[in-house]
């Protein structure tokens, strides 16, 4: 289950609105031998791609997948089907499918005569490639990750406005990185007036650019200045004239947006956190103690700390020398 | 010497301006047979405690202290001359002394022909336990530590002025057992009047009341309200009148003061931050976002974060549920 996470960490952003799934086939003696990961929307899901690769390896064999394999005719076929037709004797899957039109996949492989077993890693599958559709699939959101960079006294710039990247080289990189993987990055239209920023997932090292770029959404009722970056060709950027963060968040499952990073501002991430449509903080505080500029957030419309938005954190590691703080509401 | 810093932890806060040093008397055949830390100040010193229960068993042993022994004439005789009087074959020491009046010690105890090591979990000591009078004695200045807890999005208090302790209770009860450990505790009148702090260190559990309490410093030109409980008689309370940080750690250093947790409002938080007298910061973060109510810090003097402090992250620990970031400047 390790390596089908790991196949399908490769293909995040490239799959929505489907989910990331990964999957690795073993042969009757368990011997890996066939892998695959979900392609792009239409294309074949992980199942099929792994299938194809075992070939007649599969018969009497074992399907390792991160998600209960679909029990419905999208697109594409049921994998269910194609695992039955291979002749797969087990099937393990981390986690269930929510989805009401897709689910039941378990049950058609038992009846067919499969032994089915689930859970397996399904904690890190559910935070990791498949957190964001997971959310998608049972609120019919997308997933929100607000992600910022602040001194270790909370500050995102100082008090001349500069602050359009505070944080290491190493967070830098891992931000571009983070870009690569998502659907869609949205700012408000204060931070493209004031740092004008490109929005796109750019190589910090020799490698290669990325294969594709994240819709780059643009919230508020202002107007963009006309030479802004944001409208260069280099991605696709739309520009939503609201403050709601549901009209936002609407519009963007509307072009099958799954997975969103939130960039903004201070403003636009309160607006987002009172709204209660922060999934997910990924905070990267920089050892640095400043005292004045913008505050990393702002207008919430929390009027004393005991009625803050309550958060638990999940994880706290290095990135470089920053620290990398992830925590998710209290629910 | 894991064992000596141990026992000079038990004796921190109690101790300055001596340093807390821990010692371990091991037999010739390295059996441990006394142990001792330092008295408070005018009674004896860890080695002398140490020797004191090892008795003749010291003889041609080993002394495993945290700090080299002193050489002078002080208001105790010189360490070296009781080492050297209860026929002591070797002595390890963590760091070296770096008081000129006191140093010499390893030098006087190798010409009287005694084996001397030393370097034995140094760092330790150094950040640990001696870090503070380490710091006065090569500075002459008291060790500042400045802690706070803010929310993860950098505030320590909501709009109305509410967020008198707005971490965890773990984190509440670990700021009570540093308060016991330090010899002053220093806040601004802002502080006084708006949080009216006891600022005293309590149990929080079911245990006794710390034996003594740190000196509670007030700093600031203005009055204090007549009712103030740093008024009140659970500690003695000192007031100084300025808003310089360097007049206020002259006159803590006069009064014997070596380690000082600085639990000040943000005013006084940038106020020693600017003038580079913030020696070590140890931030509780909350996992709750507020986006209202102070910052943790204001008005340092830096007008861009390109001049701010720089910190080095030293360690990054859980508390309970809030995130521990210990940091020091960047020197």
Chains 1, 2 share one sequence.
Request: with cysteine; glycine share 12%.
């Amino acid at each position: 289950m390790a390596r089908a996470i790991a196949v399908s960490e490769r293909v995040r952003g490239t799959t929505s609105p489907n989910p990331p799934v990964g999957c690795v086939i073993l042969d009757a003696g368990g011997e890996p031998v066939g892998e695959g990961a979900t392609r792009p929307p239409g294309q074949a899901h992980a199942e099929v791609v792994a299938l194809a690769r075992a070939g007649d390896r599969a018969r009497g064999g074992t399907a390792v997948v991160t998600l209960e394999p679909c029990n419905h005719h999208g697109r594409t076929p049921p994998c269910t089907g194609a695992l039955l037709a291979a002749g797969v004797a087990r099937v393990v899957h981390a986690v269930a499918d929510p989805n009401p039109g897709a689910a039941g996949g378990a049950d058609a492989l038992r009846a067919a005569g499969v032994e089915v077993g689930s859970g397996l890693l399904a904690e890190e599958v559910e935070r990791g490639p498949l957190r964001a559709w997971l959310h998608f699939a049972r609120t019919g959101r997308p997933h929100v990750t607000w992600k910022y960079a602040a001194t270790l006294d909370g500050r995102v710039a100082a008090a001349d406005g500069t602050g359009r990247w505070i944080g290491s080289a190493e967070s830098r990189a891992e931000s571009h990185d983070l870009r690569a993987k998502v659907d869609a990055v949205v700012v408000g239209t204060g931070t493209v007036r004031v740092d004008d920023p490109r929005l796109t997932a750019r190589p910090t090292g020799p490698g290669p650019a990325p294969a594709r770029q994240p819709l780059r959404v643009v919230v508020g009722t202002g107007d963009l200045p006309a030479g802004a970056r944001v409208l260069d060709d280099e991605a696709e950027t739309v520009h939503v004239r609201t403050h709601d963060p549901d009209v936002v968040l609407g519009e963007l499952a509307r072009r099958g947006v799954v997975d969103v990073l939130l960039e903004g501002g201070p403003t636009l991430a309160g607006a987002f956190t009172a709204a209660r449509r922060v999934d997910r903080v990924l905070a990267y505080l920089v050892p640095r103690l400043s005292g004045s500029g913008a505050p990393a957030m702002r207008d919430t419309g929390v009027s004393a700390v005991a009625g803050a938005v309550g958060m638990v954190v999940e994880q706290v590691s290095m990135c470089g020398p920053d620290v990398r703080v992830s925590a998710v509401p209290d629910r």
